[in-house]
């Protein structure tokens, strides 16, 4: 049995996006390359009008990056329809081996042991030891990130995820594709984020903050490259027209009740059950023998959760949901919310103007959150369920006018145009750029030739 050689395992990789095998020569292998172009209709003259590629870098460690990716994505249809092809890619885990193709899951590992997530995130911060350890794993995996990329022969690159700046941007540099393909990073932490989101060599960096903006200009970027337009979150949200009354007779809820969602998250995660049966307590006037306010509980992928959430009796109304696709819905029929200090969640409750409950947040990049939230007067921060529990109660009795100043101060922290924004400011760029940027990927030399 002949036993592959690194070599032969690189020229497959490099058979998959066009390159030729391991005997063929340079020429040969653009030859083979410009063929495969022809007749995909994708070799244009240099400065035709064709469509362009975007290849959006994402990973699955934690929901946010997803979710920023495919509002991104969504935007760009609405706005300029076929003028882009979008890709949303976990490039890491397609193209590349241990341990950038198992990022998800040493990211949830270590959030449930939310020590070693604190001190990996601090432990990684300080540039040249995430510099070291970049650069060492560019110097095994280089070529298949090269591989991946190249797949889809991008004339336009976003990343949504801290490590994926620094090897594709080696990747560009070393295949002379600067001048060619726009680099642009889209931070998707709120406040507080880690250093490897700010690459000195982006095109452009898209902060949802002036906190984030700042942290930036002290990392060494330069104020004509940063943008704060605010988080990326779907059009179906932002753009959604709401009728409160008309989503509670959609959803089946009581009319005249406020209601508060209490969130757990994709996973559904924290301390929800503990907190739900307190809100099922206190919002009960049991001297009236009446509830004064209503209880939306979104579970997440955890069924077991909300298995034992349906089995409980109720004094109040009470709706228990799984993972919920039609999150503007629900935000919209309800009056405050109680969640962890996700980027995503909050963003989108302070557009649908809800008073927010933090109850928790994970070490490093959510810790920010809290102050943004609260210094902004959008909400509160506890961890007690009970005192979660009692807080809503006086927001649905004695204190509607805090509820109502907190909602007001809500919406002007919000940012709804944020992803229209990033969208059309990627596009001016693309529309700056010269007949380079037309210049055929087969024109274009590789990091493989680098090598052999």
């Known amino acids: 049995m002949k036993v ?6 690189i020229n497959r990789v490099f058979e998959r996006v066009g390159f030729g095998g391991g005997g063929t020569t340079t020429t040969q292998k653009r030859c083979k390359y410009a063929i495969e172009d022809e007749e995909n209709m994708e070799l244009e003259q240099i400065g035709a009008e064709r469509t362009k590629n975007v290849l959006i870098l994402m990973s699955d460690t934690g929901g946010g990056h997803r979710a920023s990716a495919e509002a991104i994505r969504d935007a760009f249809q609405i706005e ?9 890619k976990d490039v890491w885990k397609e193209y590349t081996g241990w341990p950038l193709n198992d990022m998800e899951g040493q990211y949830k ?12 995130f601090h432990g990684t911060s300080p540039r040249w030891i995430h510099s070291a350890y970049l650069a060492a794993i560019a110097a095994f995996y280089a070529k ?3 591989a991946g990329l190249m797949e889809y022969k991008p004339d336009i690159i ?3 995820h801290p490590l994926m700046q620094h090897i594709p941007l080696w990747v560009l540099k070393w295949q002379g594709l600067q001048k060619k393909v726009i680099f642009v990073t889209v931070i998707t932490d709120l406040n507080t984020c880690h250093r490897t989101w700010f690459h000195p060599n ?8 002036e906190e984030v903006a700042k942290r930036a200009l002290l990392d060494g970027l330069e104020e004509s490259q940063i943008r704060v337009f605010g988080l990326p979150i779907r059009p179906t949200f932002c753009r959604a027209i709401i009728s409160k009354d008309d989503l509670r007779v959609e959803l089946e809820m009581d009319a005249e009740l406020p209601a508060v969602l209490l969130m757990g998250g994709g996973e559904g995660m924290g301390p929800v059950k503990k907190t739900a049966k307190a809100l099922g307590e206190f919002l009960f006037d049991k001297e009236l023998e009446k509830p004064i306010g209503q209880l939306v509980i979104i579970c997440g992928r955890n069924a077991e959760l909300a298995a034992t959430l349906q089995s409980l009796d109720w004094k109040i109304p009470v709706k ?16 405050c919310i109680i969640t962890k200090a996700g980027p995503g969640t909050i963003a989108e409750a302070l557009i649908r103007g809800l008073p927010i409950i933090l109850n928790d947040y994970i070490p490093g990049q959510e810790k920010g959150n ?11 921060f506890t961890r007690s369920p009970k005192e979660t529990a009692r807080i809503v109660a006086e927001w649905f009795s004695t204190k509607t006018e805090e509820r109502m100043r907190m909602s007001e101060n809500a919406l002007k922290l919000a940012q709804p145009d944020a992803v229209f924004d990033i969208v059309k400011d990627i596009h001016e760029l693309a529309c700056q750029r010269g007949p380079l940027s037309n210049i055929p990927y087969m024109l274009t030399s590789s990091f493989s030739s680098l090598i052999y």
């Open 320 to 335: 228990v949901r799984g993972f919920e696709k039609q999150m503007q819905k629900w935000m919209g029929a309800c009056d």
């Open 202 to 209: 982006v095109n452009r960096l898209y902060c949802p903050s």
């Open 144 to 146: 298949e990130v090269e």
């Open 109 to 120: 590992f270590m959030v449930k042991h939310v020590q070693l997530w604190k001190v990996a």
């Open 158 to 160: 976003i990343s949504v």
């Open 80 to 88: 300029y329809g076929d003028e882009y092809r979008i890709f949303v």
């Open 4 to 9: 592959a050689t690194p070599r032969d395992s």
């Open 370 to 380: 809290v102050p943004y939230v609260v210094d902004n007067g959008a909400g509160v």
